[in-house]
Every structure is written in C-alpha cells, then in structure tokens.
C-alpha cells in the first residue's frame, strides 16, 4: 500500500507545491526548523516527488521565485541547491558511493553487536525522541531534517553505531531514499563531510525544536569527529549525449528521473516507452511503493507526449529493453541521466549489454545539473554564492 501521505503521481506532486507556495517565502524561514510530527508539516514534503523528478527542482525553484520573489525565497531555494549540491559533490566523486557501500556491507558482515543495531532500529534504546523517530520512519518512510540530523548524531555519538549502518538504516526506509543526499548528510553529522566539523545534537535543541514532545536524557556531549582516508579530488562530469537528429529511438525512464516531458520537450522520434521500476535499485517497502506506482503514471503521460506506445517493466535486464527496441525497430535507447547510484550501475550494466548487440544508448543531462553541478567543487558555500546567476540563467530571471 502506498502511504497517502505522498500520492505518486505528477497531478499529486504539483497540487502539493500549489497548496505550499503560500507557504515558502516567511512562514518557511520561520518554520523550518521545527518537527511538528507526522501530522504537522512545517516544510514542503516535496521530497519524494523532487527524488524521483516527479518535479523538478528547476519547476519548484521557479514557482517559488515567482510567488516570493528573490530576498522571501531565500532560505527555501537554498534548501533545494543543497540538493543539487549534494548530488554534483557525488557525481564529481563517485568513488564516496562505492566506498559507503564497501564499508556498510563490511560492517554488515562483522557485526560485533548486532543487538544494539537491532535495538536502534526497532526504537527499543530508552532514548527519548530517538526511539519515536526510529518507529516514525519505519512506519511513514519519512522524518523531519531536524529529526534526521537528530536521529544521525544520537546514533553516531551516544550509541557509536557506524554510520554508515544509520545511513543504511536511512535507506531501507526513506521513502525519498537518495544517495547524495542521505549518504553526504550523514557524512556531514559524522564530521566526514566537512573535516573535523560534526552535528552535536542536544536535549535543548530537541526540546526546542519539537515543542517540548521530547528532552532526551544521557546524550553524548561531545562529538568527535570520525577520520577516513583522503576523499579522491573532484573528477569530470561524463558528457551529457544530444538527441537531436531524428534517428527512431526506444525512451528509457527510469527511477531517477519520471518527468521525461520536460527534458525532451519535442515529440521528436521516440517510437516506444518503457518506464522501468528498477526494483533491484529500491531497498526500502516505501520508496518501492511510491515508484511502483509512478511508473503507471509516468508512462501514461510519455505515451500521451509523444503518440508512443509505453510500458511499464520491473528491471533494467537487457533481454526486456532488447526486446522492446526490437519491437519498435529502433538501435538506439535515450534515457535521462543517472545520477551516481544503483539505477546509474544498472544503466552502465544495460549500455555494455546492448553495445554487443549493436544498439546505442544515450544518457541525457538536464540544464539545470550541466549548469550547476560542475561547482560543487568544494562547501556549499561558495556553491551558493554561484548558484544565483546559474539559476537565472536557466529560468530567465
Ligand atoms: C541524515 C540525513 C539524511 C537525509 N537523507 C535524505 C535522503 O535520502 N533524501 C532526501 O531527499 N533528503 C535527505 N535529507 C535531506 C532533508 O532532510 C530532506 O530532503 C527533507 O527533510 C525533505 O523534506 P521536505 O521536502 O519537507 O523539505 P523542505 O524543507 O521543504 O525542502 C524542499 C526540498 O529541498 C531539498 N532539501 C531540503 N533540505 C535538504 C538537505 N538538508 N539536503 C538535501 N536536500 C534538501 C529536498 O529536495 C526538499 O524536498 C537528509 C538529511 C539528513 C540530515
């Protein structure tokens, strides 16, 4: 069952930013940092739908500028670069993925107390706050920030789990489940992400910040940030392929990204559509549930775009995308672009597979991640300082 909290279909996804652009200029800034509880939304809950680029972050940025304009929009547009930053630092650096999973998958291996995990997940530690956020993500597949950097530094730093076991636990449930975002914002509470900074989560601020529903006992008091081998420099992004030119083709959407209206505006010369779920990808019951059904929704708008007939399939297998390249008679597959991640190895997996026999698979950026991504460079900071004039380049602002 798909949690009615985030209904995965585009029409859903833009209801929600209608009924919340009133709400993302002042009432945001002032609100944000506040977890009212499942109940109380006091920020967008735009996330799924920004994850799976039900919508995109271009769309929301844009809306939100016109109804606030610049200086009222501030914080929330910067909520959403933190986003894209996050997902240019991991595309810069790839091998901060493949080092989390080598890590988590170790640590899985030579569990030393596996009853401690247990009783974090299960919210079963007696920590006041941490143990309700455990069984609220577990049951909703989704936690306030504030919440999340709690839960993050309570597991890091009073329960010394590893972190990358809580990222894991993060992931298995999300219903927003990202890589970048999840994986460098645990990194960033750990101290990881900006060496030697941590996130201290403290009674007073949960008290504070939840309206006093939680005041947590017996909470590390300091935090000491962990240590890794030198993070690899900042790579090249891969080029981002054109589709210009008619040549017939198969469009492949996948998880990543299910708004291909507006990354390949034209008609153009797709002949068929297949919408893969990629489950394989999909570790958590709630962000299967909500891609699940965003496919259907996701085909049904591409085939009505482009006169094209589309299907729905559970993986990205080479034998099922052959298949329907061959029943349309194309040699040519263009897919939006991956971003680092299980459905970006599935793709490369697919591309190698159909290479051998003969068929070409293009991957397609975005303006908005060509534009920004490549400045993530270093913090978020001079990021930000960037971002502005990229954005208004993009939106025409
Ligand atoms: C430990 C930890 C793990 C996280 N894991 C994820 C994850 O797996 N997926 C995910 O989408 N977000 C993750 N975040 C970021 C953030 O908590 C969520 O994006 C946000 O809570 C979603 O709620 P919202 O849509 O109401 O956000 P709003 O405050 O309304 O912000 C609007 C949008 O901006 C983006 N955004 C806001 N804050 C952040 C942030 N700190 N980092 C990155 N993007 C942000 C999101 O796309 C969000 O939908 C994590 C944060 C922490 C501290």
């Not at 914080?75 to 901060?96: C, D, H």
């Not at 590893?162 to 993060?170: I, M, R, S």
Request: hydrophobic fraction near 45%.
């Amino acid at each position: 069952m798909v949690d009615l909290e985030f209904p995965p279909t585009r029409a859903a996804a833009l209801d929600r930013l209608a009924a919340f652009l009133p709400e993302a200029g002042a009432r945001y800034e002032a609100m944000r940092n506040t977890d009212g509880g499942p109940a109380r939304a006091t920020t967008s809950r735009l996330s799924p739908f920004l994850r799976h680029r039900l919508l995109t972050e271009q769309e929301v940025v844009e809306r939100v500028l016109q109804s606030h304009g610049r200086a009222a929009s501030a914080k929330f547009v910067q909520e959403v670069l933190w986003r894209t930053y996050w997902k240019g630092w991991l595309e810069l650096r790839p091998a901060v993925w493949s080092r989390f999973v080598a890590a988590r998958d170790e640590h899985l291996r030579s569990l030393r107390d596996p009853r401690a995990l247990r009783e974090a997940e299960e919210g079963r530690t007696g920590i006041e706050g941490f143990d309700d956020w455990a069984r609220e993500l577990v049951a909703h597949g989704y936690l306030h920030n504030h919440a999340r950097m709690w839960f993050a530094s309570i597991w890091i730093f009073t329960l010394r789990l590893p972190w990358e076991l809580g990222a894991d636990f993060f992931l298995r449930h999300l219903v927003d489940a990202d890589p970048a975002s999840n994986t460098l914002s645990w990194r960033w509470v750990a101290g990881l992400q900006t060496a030697g900074k941590t996130y201290l989560a403290t009674a007073e601020n949960i008290a504070r910040f939840t309206n006093g529903r939680f005041s947590p006992h017996g909470l590390a008091c300091e935090a000491t940030a962990l240590t890794e081998p030198p993070v690899p420099a900042a790579g090249k992004l891969p080029l981002s392929e054109s589709v210009q030119g008619d040549a017939p083709a198969l469009l492949l959407v996948t998880p990543e990204d299910m708004n291909p209206e507006s990354l390949f505006a034209s008609p153009g010369s797709f002949r068929a559509v297949v919408v893969a779920r990629e489950e394989p990808s999909l570790r958590g019951a709630h962000a299967r549930a909500f891609v699940g059904e965003a496919v259907a929704d996701t085909a049904a708008r591409a085939a009505a775009r482009y006169g094209a007939p589309a299907t729905c399939v559970a993986s990205l297998d080479a034998e099922t995308i052959l298949r329907a390249a061959s029943a349309a008679s194309v040699r040519r597959v263009v897919t939006p672009y991956a971003p680092v991640g299980p459905v970006a190895d599935a793709v490369s997996a697919l591309e190698a597979a159909l290479a051998r026999e003969g068929i070409a698979l293009a991957r397609v950026r975005r303006r908005w991640d060509d534009a920004l991504w490549p400045h993530a460079l270093r913090g978020f900071f001079p990021f930000r300082e960037k971002a502005p004039s990229l954005v208004a380049g993009l939106i025409g602002r």
